[in-house]
């Protein structure tokens, strides 16, 4: 996000060249820098230029699928409306993430790969009329349309259900866990605001007297 060329880093050095020379990767996660306001300046000029861009997230919702709708609109928003299209985005989340990995028996279906693959339900309504998978994925699609996902052979989801995960207990547990650690926000933020300052709410809160009915 931040090297040579970008506004406001002035420096000569050749960031982009340096990592594409030394065959490191670009792990690109569109969806937490977006909400910060953030981008890189251009998906596909670094995709010309032969950086290897791969998919990352590290955000909620984890959903990759959402994560790469957001990367690509943003890289047609920074280049053209043409430049970025569909499949580079889904290379990047798959084949690219691979190659940074050195593991070519992932991120493919091919002979002597991993077989790891996810089915996508397309007659779910909101996927509305097919262009073709990819395109149509990148469309309409989200995390949640994916109905079966297998992983080295073995079924690790099927029917939307993971077996032995008790998503409810999880879910409380995380909650938890973060109040937890939003009470703590105070200690790490500059100045010390309360916790209302730091987490505030969308639109006021008013609380009024409590109203007690008979039963």
């Known amino acids: ?69 957001v990367g690509m609109i943003l890289a047609r928003v920074m280049d053209a409306s043409t430049a970025c299209r569909s499949e580079h985005y889904f290379d990047a989340a798959t084949l690219n993430g691979a190659d940074a990995l050195r593991r070519p028996d992932l991120g493919r279906l091919a002979p002597g790969s991993k077989a790891d693959l996810i089915v996508v339900d397309f007659d779910r309504p909101h996927i509305g009329q097919q262009i073709d998978p990819i395109q149509t994925l990148l469309l309409a699609g989200h995390g949640r349309d994916v109905r079966h996902v297998m992983v080295d052979g073995r079924w690790s989801m099927f029917d939307g259900v993971i077996p032995g995960v008790d998503e409810a207990a999880d879910k409380r ?28 709410s969308a639109y006021p809160v008013v609380r009024g007297p409590v109203v007690r009915g008979t039963a």
Do not use: K
């Not at 690109?28 to 950086?51: A, D, K």
């Open 173 to 200: 547990r995380a909650q938890a866990q973060f109040e937890r650690l939003m009470a703590l926000y105070p200690v790490r933020t500059w100045g010390h605001p309360p916790v209302e300052d730091i987490f505030s």
């Open 1 to 69: 996000t931040w090297v040579s060329g970008v506004p406001g880093i002035e420096r000569p050095d050749r960031d982009l060249e340096i990592i594409r020379d030394h065959g490191a990767t670009v792990v690109h996660c569109p969806l937490v820098s977006g909400r910060h306001g953030n981008v890189i300046r251009s998906f596909t000029r670094y995709r010309e230029m032969g950086l290897n861009i791969a998919m990352g997230t590290d955000t909620a919702p984890p959903d990759m699928i959402m994560n790469m709708q």
